[in-house]
């Protein structure tokens, strides 16, 4: 059974700095999404990574996926305030049409 | 184009009573889910479908009920209403089976259940 992991959970950074979101799987998943969730607000997909090695970048968030670690990661290059939100990681089973999501990482951009 | 939509925004219910939130989308999406969000837990997904008159169970299914008669409409029933299924509740769709780069899913705003 796949199960997600994020860390860290809070995360409070200066505008300007540099910091990396963690997500881990525990096992096979053939896809992993990363979405943003502003408070009281509903989700928006940022991200779907395919394949091994898969990179995407849009704006100051790159995510990238390594399937041989299970490991994805959802960088942030020279934080600003607007990126302040709940950033999740979701995995997708191989072959069935299940999602499970992490817990979360709540991220605040401090001016 | 309205997307997915859900009505209502918010409810607040007596333990034991019945209610169903609806969920409608004008993408013509095969996949239709439904999850709910609680405070630390991320989302889980409750139920699921593939298509009209196909659907499975999520990691949490108990004490809901779900059917798809049109491609459009996913409703998400409760039978007997209890605290436990206070959350916030979304719907998401997506298109079909899996393929590149329209892989994603397409949530609703969602409808903040308080049951008491």
């Known amino acids: 059974e796949l199960k997600v992991e994020q860390n860290p959970l809070f995360l409070s950074m200066q505008e300007g700095k540099n910091y990396t979101i963690y997500c881990n799987y525990s096992t096979t998943s053939d896809r992993l999404y990363w979405y943003r969730q502003d408070p009281g607000k509903s989700l928006e997909s940022l991200f779907v990574?395919?394949?091994?090695?898969a990179v995407k970048q849009e704006g100051r968030l790159m995510a990238s996926l390594d399937t041989k670690a299970r490991l994805s990661t959802l960088h942030i290059t020279a934080a600003v305030h607007d990126l302040s939100a709940t950033y999740f990681c979701?995995?997708?089973?191989?072959?069935?049409?299940?999602?499970?999501f992490g817990t979360g990482t709540r991220l605040k951009v401090l001016a | 184009n309205a997307g997915v939509t859900q009505t209502p925004k918010f409810q607040v219910l007596k333990t034991g009573q019945s209610m169903t939130l609806q969920c409608a989308q004008d993408m013509n999406h095969e996949y239709m889910s439904w999850y709910r969000q609680d405070p630390g837990m991320g989302l889980r997904l409750i139920h699921y479908?593939?298509?009209?008159?196909?659907?499975d169970q999520g990691e949490v299914p108990n004490g809901y009920n779900v059917s798809r008669s049109t491609t459009e409409d996913f409703p998400l029933r409760l039978l007997s209403a209890a605290p436990s299924q206070t959350s916030v509740y979304f719907c998401a769709t997506r298109a079909g089976a899996p393929r590149r780069e329209r892989d994603t899913q397409y949530f609703g705003p969602g409808t903040r259940l308080t049951v008491l």
């Open positions: 479908s593939v298509g009209a008159g196909i659907t």
């Open positions: 990574l395919l394949s091994n090695g």
């Open positions: 979701a995995g997708g089973g191989t072959g069935t049409y299940k999602y499970i």
